[in-house]
């Protein structure tokens, strides 16, 4: 199963996974949106309170009460445990990939970039020969002076509750379309970061390079 696939079962088993919920608990989410001064307080609580992100809290608030019937539960259920069929892993085996403590910061010149970008660069080979050091900071310098050219966009993956560097996403344009690699520290792996990496580079890179095509390639 490509990445983009997984991606796209993985999002839709997690907002079937939050409706469901809400209807299991559909008394605490409604007093939870009764009890809220707006909407903006009202997504914010029921996100909190289904445990997921407020996109999806965003789909609870847009039920209608057709879907509160013990069939449309059913129904509901039946997909989700087709889509955990498909799956090779779920939120529930790498919680990262929910994306919740997740942000993408520009990269930037200095130390801290260039020791994360220098850790990546170690695993790259050319001929069956790992980088030199001179090629790493060949590669680093005239990647930054591609950003300053606006001609790529690249970004630190950060875990903001662990307050941890987990990897980078490299944005580079070529043409209309922008070439997307994603590179996560080998001691981050298999947590969902590179998902949550590729759910937030969609919106960053669309946002750097408009109109243009992203071509998704892991890892970098």
């Given at each position: 199963m490509t990445t983009q696939v997984q991606d796209?079962?993985?999002?839709?088993?997690?907002?079937?996974?939050?409706?469901?919920?809400?209807?299991?608990?559909?008394?605490?989410?409604?007093d939870a949106i009764v009890d809220s001064k707006d909407h903006a307080e009202a997504l914010t609580t029921v996100a909190g309170l289904l445990d997921t992100?407020?996109?999806?809290?965003?789909?609870?608030?847009?039920?209608?009460?057709?879907?509160?019937?013990?069939?449309?539960?059913?129904?509901?259920?039946?997909?989700?445990?087709?889509?955990?069929?498909?799956?090779?892993?779920?939120?529930?085996?790498?919680?990262?990939?929910?994306g919740r403590n997740f942000r993408?910061?520009?990269?930037?010149?200095?130390?801290?970039?260039?020791?994360?970008?220098?850790?990546?660069?170690?695993?790259?080979?050319?001929?069956?020969?790992?980088?030199?050091?001179e090629r790493i900071e060949k590669e680093r310098a005239e990647g930054l002076k591609r950003i300053d050219?606006?001609?790529?966009?690249?970004?630190v993956c950060e875990d903001t509750a662990e307050k941890a560097s987990v990897g980078l996403v490299f944005g580079e344009l070529t043409g209309r379309e922008v070439d997307v690699a994603i590179w996560v520290a080998p001691e981050a792996?298999?947590?969902?970061?590179?998902?949550?990496?590729?759910?937030?580079s969609r919106q960053e890179l669309a946002a750097?390079?408009?109109?243009?095509v992203l071509v998704v390639r892991a890892p970098a």
């Open positions: 796209r079962i993985h999002d839709r088993r997690e907002l079937t996974a939050a409706l469901l919920r809400a209807l299991e608990r559909r008394h605490e989410v409604l992100s407020e996109a999806y809290a965003e789909a609870v608030l847009n039920l209608t009460f057709r879907r509160l019937t013990k069939d449309e539960r059913l129904r509901i259920q039946s997909e989700l445990e087709d889509l955990d069929a498909k799956l090779e892993w779920t939120a529930s085996d790498r919680p990262a990939s929910t993408l910061r520009p990269f930037t010149p200095t130390d801290e970039d260039a020791e994360l970008f220098r850790r990546r660069c170690a695993e790259q080979e050319e001929d069956g020969t790992l980088w030199s050091q050219d606006e001609s790529a966009a690249w970004f792996r298999k947590k969902g970061y590179g998902t949550a990496a590729v759910k937030h750097e390079f408009p109109g243009t």
